[in-house]
């Protein structure tokens, strides 16, 4: 089995790894005039290997060792990781709404770029506000816990 410092080191890596995917998934939002059925299912292809990335070390490596090093700092780092996770819970309450709302208007087969959203539903508003508190939450909740998990790798096992 490998020692400690290497699996530290593959989940830093791993975890760093997924925020280009969360950008280029962000920019492929940001960046569609209409957000088709081939926009939203591209979007979630480049998600979901920076979910994966991100996830599996946090679950497999990260939690079973939490009480081990239990401290200020590691508790501070789980804080934000798990309120990052909240946040992305927060998001998908919206997103699972406005995809509801999308697919029974035939807008992700037949999108037509005159229709106004918060047209198709009462509700559509707060659905798009919980999914832009929810992403952008997400964000920097997962950019502080990156920080100070990098911050914690460092002291603990390349210099110290």
Known sequence: ?????????LAA??????FPFYIYGAWIMIDAETVSWDVLVYHLKIIFPGLVLNTVPVVAW?????????????????????QAYAMLV????????????????????DPDPDVSL?????????????LRVGVFGYVIFWILAWLLG???????????
């Open 13 to 18: 890596i791993t975890v760093t790894a997924s």
């Open 118 to 130: 918060d047209d198709l539903h009462e509700n559509m508003g707060a659905w798009r506000g919980r």
């Open 90 to 109: 927060f998001a998908l309450t919206g997103i699972v709404r406005i995809f509801q709302a999308k697919w029974e208007a035939d807008l992700y087969r």
């Open 62 to 82: 990260m939690l079973p060792r939490l009480f081990q090093q239990l401290n200020g700092l590691s508790a501070l780092h789980a804080i934000l990781g798990l």
């Open 150 to 160: 990098i911050y914690r790798y460092l002291s603990g096992y390349v210099l110290g």
């Open 1 to 9: 089995m490998a020692d400690e410092t290497t699996l530290a080191t």
